[in-house]
Nanobody, 115 residues
Framework: QVQLVESGGGLVQPGGSLRLSCVAS????????VGWYRQAPGKQRDMVAT???????DYGDSVKGRFTISRDVAQNTVYLQMNSLTPEDTAVYYC?????????WGQGTQVTVSS
């Protein structure tokens, strides 16, 4: 069974940084793409950043220039480096692996940006 496990969330002050990790039970290349999504209370789940098996990256408009997605193939891990955080970044962050036509979600990790 494919599993994705997120970690690295927490409480951070505005302007601070966090790095999230998503460890997969399979090789990163098992997936067509791996991405980070977030969901704030009362809002829909939105794409934050994705990386394809070929290395193509994409970002949501609200995080461009502040967040960076990367991967460590040897560790089966995808990272999300988040800089210049604002309260609007507060949400549960989920990792998703896509191997068409299936999607696999992690359990999520809470990120709270507050002073």
């Amino acid at each position: 069974q494919v599993q994705l496990v997120e970690s690295g969330g927490g409480l951070v002050q505005p302007g601070g940084s966090l790095r999230l990790s998503c460890v997969a039970s399979e090789s990163i290349f098992y997936f067509n793409a791996v991405g980070w999504y977030r969901q704030a209370p009362g809002k829909q789940r939105d794409m934050v950043a994705t990386i394809t098996s070929g290395g193509t990256m994409d970002y949501g408009d609200s995080v461009k220039g502040r967040f960076t997605i990367s991967r460590d193939v040897a560790q089966n891990t995808v990272y999300l480096q988040m800089n210049s955080l604002t309260p609007e970044d507060t949400a549960v962050y989920y990792c998703k692996g896509t191997r068409w036509p299936n999607h696999f979600w992690g359990q999520g990790t809470q990120v709270t940006v507050s002073s």
